[in-house]
């Protein structure tokens, strides 16, 4: 009858990068495209705008939006 979805659960806890224990959700999937000037500019300016934990998660972050869009 068609009324069925595709449905996926992780074998053991996901955690991110920083060790903290991530949920995860079936969602509709989205791609940002890194090179597209405008985009960057809006990340850029609101990287610019964080409060962030040290200069070294900043540095990590610029370093994602130089690498990731080509720059």
């Known amino acids: 009858m068609n009324e069925a979805v595709m449905y996926s659960v992780p074998e053991k806890k996901v955690m991110s990068r920083s060790g903290d224990e ?3 959700a079936l969602t509709d999937q989205w791609y940002i495209t ?5 985009w960057r500019e809006k990340a850029e300016e609101c990287l610019s705008n964080m409060k962030l ?8 972050f ?7 869009t080509g720059n």
């Open 62 to 68: 610029e370093h994602t939006l130089m690498v990731d």
């Open 22 to 24: 991530c949920v995860v």
């Open 34 to 38: 890194y090179g597209e000037q405008e």
């Open 53 to 60: 934990y040290s200069d070294e998660t900043r540095h990590g």
